[in-house]
């Protein structure tokens, strides 16, 4: 609870900083800073660990930054954003893999415990192995990776949601 507040406080002076205009966002709260001041963590490809570079902008909404910074999804619980988050597990037509509360099917059960990546027991793992997919047949379907031109895919925010929806069918909430 002490990290997650000083982790706000954090973000609130460093995107207060060259805020001359004393602008607001949408929420309330100070616009964010330049994107270099985004601490983000480590991202690595689930097929090799090579490291996953996903352009900071793209981090766009308060949960995504939250994210970026801890690793932890906060949409995890969160009903409004789990019902969104299989809206787009069914859109991207991971339930013909997975099955229709990602049990399994042809694809591996993404509920755990046993999952075949073991990565994916964390969000973060979860995260960089839907953002890049894998070896074993499933395609990238974060943004611009899925489909180049034009762009398409899921963005930082939308994988976020669809990970939360996965867990809610699972005793595992990734945030542990």
Avoid at 158 to 172: D, G, P, Q, T, Y
Wanted: with cysteine.
């Amino acid at each position: 609870m002490n990290k997650h507040l000083f982790l706000v406080a954090l973000i609130s002076m460093l995107a207060a900083c060259g805020q001359g205009s004393g602008s607001k966002s949408a929420d309330g709260g100070a616009s964010a800073g330049s994107d270099s001041e985004i601490k983000m963590i480590d991202l690595v490809t689930t097929q090799d660990g090579t490291a996953l570079k996903i352009d900071a902008k793209l981090f766009d909404t308060p949960a995504a930054k939250e994210f970026i910074a801890t690793g932890k999804n906060p949409y995890i619980g969160v009903e409004a954003e789990i019902q969104a988050g299989k809206k787009k597990f069914n859109l991207y037509s991971c339930v013909a893999c997975h099955g229709g509360r990602a049990e399994g099917a042809v694809g591996p059960s993404l509920q755990g415990p046993n999952f075949k990546y073991a990565k994916n027991a964390t969000n973060k793992g979860m995260f960089e192995t839907i953002w890049h997919g894998t070896n074993g047949g499933m395609g990238a379907k974060g943004f611009g990776l899925m489909q180049a031109d034009p762009p398409d895919g899921l963005k930082p925010d939308e994988v976020l949601k669809v990970i939360a929806w996965i867990r809610s069918n699972s005793a595992i909430t990734g945030n542990e």
